[in-house]
């Protein structure tokens, strides 16, 4: 919903202004626009650009470097062949902890290209945003200050129950005047006394009271004590890679995470092909699932599958990892038997 949001301002505000429209854009004004991305972009931003109106050639997936995170140099390229085309260039949409890798995108690079080409910047934090809480990792995610637009997702990495989830903008006035519309029977005869209505700043309307949980665990923690939590995921992710790197049936990619995800493969000794430790990787998920001592998930990258472990539990310890290892090489054999058979 965030990442939805913020297009939609994006669309209302930045491109109205771009195009010198008498109104908000729709229709055909939608066409000839580009919104630009990493190969590792939620999957939010096509849908938002899809459920707004957007013709699919909108988006322009661009390619990530070996840590999986987008430079400003091929989104400056990108742009410039657009130009060129006669297109326009409305938006970058950055990634700062992807939710497949926990890759960052170079915030400045791509917001020194957006200011120069007089462009939106979005950044979708939803995951890594948290790690702005911790005076030790806040470097991890930098320039998020630089942005238009910020998605922040506290039921992730702020460690509280679904759902709960938050834009922020730089200019509050773009919220109201992308989502300003007011049913008849709110009108107010005395403008001066009232009160804030959350529904001119959001797609909801009545909502409940999620930001009570988040509210009381900040009080409760603090600041330092939250970010010591995400600290805590920082190291335990870096010990599990770390362990993954020096055994030599295990790798990781990459090999120093950025924040708390870890993409990491088995290598059983069994003569397995590309496909084979493809088709292995999955099996082993599901045994790991079924048999109940752990759990990861599973993604693609550069068309190999590699398991996932996305480490957001604060409760988490280095024995849980050691488990979780184990684990998987108990259940190896089992799993190639089945395969071969």
Not at 1 to 18: G, K, T
Not at 122 to 150: F, I, K, N, Q, T
């Amino acid at each position: 919903m965030a990442n939805f949001m913020a297009l939609a301002v994006a669309r209302d505000v930045h491109l109205w202004r771009l195009r010198g429209l008498s109104a908000p854009p729709r229709g055909r004004d939608l066409e000839g626009v580009r919104v630009y991305v990493s190969d590792q972009a939620h999957f939010s931003i096509a849908r938002g650009l899809d459920l707004l109106g957007f013709p699919p050639e909108t988006l322009v997936v661009l390619p990530s470097d070996d840590r999986y995170r987008l430079h400003g140099e091929p989104a400056a390229d990108a742009i410039a062949l657009d130009k060129a085309e006669g297109l326009t260039p409305l938006a970058i949409a950055a990634v700062s902890g992807s939710t497949n890798t926990g890759s960052v995108d170079l915030v400045g690079e791509l917001a020194d290209v957006a200011e120069r080409e007089g462009m939106w910047l979005h950044v979708d934090a939803a995951y890594g945003g948290a790690a702005r809480l911790s005076g030790r990792d806040s470097s991890r995610v930098p320039d998020l200050e630089r942005a238009d637009s910020v998605t922040v997702d506290p039921h992730k990495w702020f460690f509280q129950a679904y759902d709960i989830g938050a834009l922020l903008v730089k200019r509050r006035e773009d919220l109201s005047d992308t989502f300003h519309r007011a049913p008849e029977y709110y009108r107010s005869n005395r403008p001066e006394d009232e009160p804030l209505n959350w529904y001119e700043y959001s797609m909801e309307g009545t909502r409940r009271f999620r930001a009570l949980k988040l509210w009381m665990s900040w009080k409760h923690l603090g600041t330092d004590g939250l970010g010591s939590l995400v600290e805590h995921n920082d190291d335990l992710a870096a010990y599990l890679a770390q362990r993954c790197a020096k055994e030599a049936d295990f790798e990781v990619d990459p090999r120093d995470p950025e924040l708390s995800v870890v993409c990491f493969r088995h290598l059983p000794d069994a003569g397995l092909d590309e496909e084979g430790l493809n088709e292995y990787q999955t099996a082993l998920q599901r045994a790991l699932e079924v048999d109940g001592r752990a759990w990861v998930s599973t993604t693609t990258l550069r068309g190999r599958t590699y398991l996932r472990a996305g480490i957001v539990n604060y409760l988490s310890t280095e024995a849980d990892v050691d488990r979780l290892l184990d684990a998987l090489r108990d259940l190896s054999g089992p799993v190639l038997a089945d395969l071969k058979g």
